[in-house]
């Protein structure tokens, strides 16, 4: 029989790609999936293990006396980046909704947004643990509600726990969840979702208010909740919230008591401009960084330097 004329029914080329059809010197323009696993780097001793981070993985390094890293991310780069780099947990937080869509804070962000978000993220992780954050009204309405939007950031989102915000009174909302499979992460102190209610962005738990956090977290414990995540939460009070229950903590804003610390990832790297937090450290100059290069790039561009022979077929 004849040789077919029909290109998908070569015989590829050694070192070629038969998907994308490249041959061997050339890569694949603007990416092509996640990069190959790397070992991550970093981590505690004991903390967690070197594959798939799971929530007794996480119980032991409370019980150890470890610590973990939590960060946000919300698109495949910074996840893969993030999971080789040795991050133990990975939250795509409703904080998209004003770190990705350009809204001025978490309320506006949907379920609908945040799910192709969610599924970047998790294609692009070998071992992080990926948590996804309930967005404002997709749980509040009933235990049944939670359900299903838990339901579908684990089936669509390919998440592995949700996260919700809320004290006690959400502690039967969290049992139906957990009951249904679902495993969920509680939020309390400063909960930027009932910011209005709470009177805009204000430290909670001093003073009185300390055992109202307490009772908040033993309640929600007791539901199920397999960890309990603090926010402007006064260091002292984080701690005895962290003596009070058995499941590991997560403080941003809360001292460094907990077991866990989570950031948002475009606060810690320096690429969000403007005012920080107090409780925001940041460990590079990203803004900075693409700022000079997005400047040469065009200085390059106007000159007819770029591109270059070197660039050119």
């Not at 790297?269 to 005012?275: E, S, T, Y």
Request: proline share 7%; charged share 20%; aromatic share 6%.
């Amino acid at each position: 029989m004849a040789p077919s004329n029909n290109p998908d029914s070569r015989t590829p080329e050694p070192g070629s790609n038969p998907e994308t059809g490249n041959s061997p010197e050339t890569s694949a323009p603007y990416g092509s999936g996640p990069s190959p696993a790397a070992a991550p780097s970093g981590g505690v001793p004991g903390a967690v293990p070197s594959g798939r981070v799971r929530l007794h993985h996480l119980q032991q390094a409370k019980a150890n006396g470890a610590r973990f890293a939590m960060l946000t991310a919300y698109e495949q780069y910074s996840a893969e980046i993030f999971d080789q780099a040795g991050i133990e947990v990975l939250l795509i937080g409703d904080s998209a909704s004003n770190n990705v869509f350009g809204n001025e804070s978490s309320l506006p962000v949907t379920v609908d947004e945040l799910l192709p978000l969610c599924r970047a993220v998790a294609r692009s992780t070998k071992r992080a643990l990926v948590v996804a954050d309930l967005p404002f009204g997709s749980y509040e309405v009933s235990a049944e509600q939670a359900v299903a939007t838990g339901v579908r950031f684990l089936k669509e989102g390919l998440a592995q726990a949700v996260k919700i915000e809320g004290g006690a009174y959400y502690a039967p909302t969290v049992r139906a969840m957990v009951q249904a499979g679902i495993p969920v992460m509680a939020h309390i102190g400063f909960t930027p979702q009932s910011e209005h209610a709470l009177g805009g962005y204000r430290v909670q738990g001093r003073g009185d208010d300390a055992q109202r956090l307490i009772d908040d977290a033993v309640a929600l414990v007791d539901a199920g909740a397999f960890s309990v995540l603090m926010e402007m939460v006064p260091a002292e009070t984080a701690a005895a919230v962290d003596a009070a229950i058995k499941v590991p903590t997560i403080g941003i804003g809360a001292g460094n008591q907990t077991t866990g610390q989570v950031l948002v990832w475009q606060d810690m790297a320096g690429l969000r401009g403007g005012k920080m937090a107090k409780f925001v450290k940041q460990y590079a100059d990203l803004r900075g960084i693409l700022g000079d290069a997005a400047r040469t790039y065009a200085d390059e561009v106007r000159s007819g330097s770029f591109p270059g022979p070197e660039h050119s077929f």
